[in-house]
Every structure is written in C-alpha cells, then in structure tokens.
C-alpha cells in the first residue's frame, strides 16, 4: 500500500476564501481521488485526477468550485474555492493500489469554515 | 438515492465475541465490494474486499460475506477486540475505481 500525506491535516477559515490542500503519495500511482466526508456523512467522490490530464469531476462538482492539479505522478493538489460554511467537510485524498481493486486513503484534511 | 446503505448506525459487542456490520446495495451492476476501518482524526483503513465471483473471503479476524441476489454484504469480525472500535465503511463498484460508500456503522466494543 502507498503512504499517502495531506497537509493542512486541519485548518479553520473564513467564508468567502479559499484554501488548497496538498496530497503527496511515496510512489508514482496513476489515478489519484480526492473525496469528501460531510459530517455524518459517507465518503462522496469529488474528482478523479490523472496525471498529464484535466480531472474529472463527479455530479455536483465543478472544476471553478473545486480546481484540483497533478502535476506529476505522486502529487496532487484540491483547491475549495470561495468557501462557505456548506463546504465544512473532512476532504480526503486516495490513490488505487496497484494491481488491486482497493483505494488507499490519506489521514484526511479537516476544514471548518466560519 | 443511497445506492450502498448501512442501516446500523451504531453496534456495542462484547470483547472476544462476533462482531457482525452489516451493508445492503441496489446497483446489480457493482461487482467488487471494499471494507474499511475509520479511526477519528484518520483516513479510513483499507480491510477486505470481495469480488462477485466470491461469497466470501477471509482474512485473520476478518471475513466478508457476499450475497449477490441479496444484494447484501456483511463483514464479520471474530473474536472482537477494544481496538476494533471504529467506524466501518462498506464501498461498492462497478468495473472502475468509482466507488459508491455506505453512511458507517460505529463499532463499540466493550472491555
């Protein structure tokens, strides 16, 4: 399995502006996801980002809201644009095992919007 | 519509017996099934998966079963321990890494 590390892993921030989270992955891996946790919520799928390609986004999600970039083959970045308090979430990156079905996840970032 | 549904929100077992989590879904098209751990302040954990073709598969504490004209998955975990207490995710997919994630059933487990 890939270790993946997010940074912020938490952050408080104001309405109305933006915060990127990073995504690092120790390997090269195709196909990276980013994914969000509402409070008491599931996991919902925001975009699949392939590196060398623009991300796909998934219904409801939309690239001015949610730009993401991947750069190479082991980082990744999701911008929450223009925040409210709606967008309060646990944002969380992954990345498909190799070989394998399975998704492996990232410690998640925590955001809390005022 | 919730294509993967966990219906319990929440289940207490005593430590060293069977634990049972439970996941239903709606789509006939998903063929691969993923269970995962979520500690708070942690991604989830990656702990088993099955494929259609299976009904079940086994890993240490760890099994899942698969009832495919159910419609219904079940991760059973025997003997339970403390360290199981966590959030439990079910997730379903269809051929691609686009996977559709159950709501959580918190496991407690009672010393």
């Known amino acids: 399995s890939a270790v993946i590390s997010q940074k912020p892993s938490r952050d408080i921030c104001q309405r109305g502006t933006s915060l990127t989270i990073q995504c690092q992955v120790d390997s090269q891996v195709t196909m990276m996801f980013w994914y969000r946790q509402q409070p008491g919520q599931s996991l919902t799928l925001i975009a699949t980002?392939?590196?060398?390609?623009?991300?796909?986004?998934e219904s409801g999600f939309v690239i001015d809201k949610f730009p993401i970039s991947r750069p190479n083959l082991t980082f990744s970045t999701l911008t929450v644009s223009n925040m409210s308090p709606e967008d309060s979430s646990i944002y969380l990156c992954?990345?498909?095992?190799?070989?394998?079905?399975?998704?492996?996840f990232g410690e998640g970032s925590r955001l809390t919007v005022l | 519509d919730q294509q993967v549904k966990q219906n319990s929100p929440s289940l207490s077992v005593q430590e060293g017996r069977i634990s049972i989590l439970n996941c239903d879904y709606t789509?006939?098209?998903?063929?691969?099934f993923l269970w995962y751990k979520k500690y708070p302040a942690e991604g989830p954990t990656f702990l088993i998966s099955?494929?259609?073709?299976?009904d079940k598969n086994e890993d240490g504490r760890f099994t899942v079963f698969l009832n495919k004209s159910a419609k219904h998955l079940s991760l059973h975990i025997v003997p339970s321990q403390p360290g199981d207490s966590a959030v439990y995710f079910c997730?379903?997919?269809?051929?691609?890494?686009?996977?559709?994630f159950g709501t959580g059933t918190r496991l407690k487990v009672l010393a």
């Open positions: 789509n006939s098209m998903f063929d691969y």
């Open positions: 992954s990345v498909a095992g190799v070989d394998t079905g399975e998704l492996f």
């Open positions: 997730a379903a997919s269809g051929g691609t890494y686009k996977y559709i």
């Open positions: 980002a392939n590196q060398g390609s623009e991300a796909t986004y």
């Open positions: 099955i494929s259609s073709i299976k």
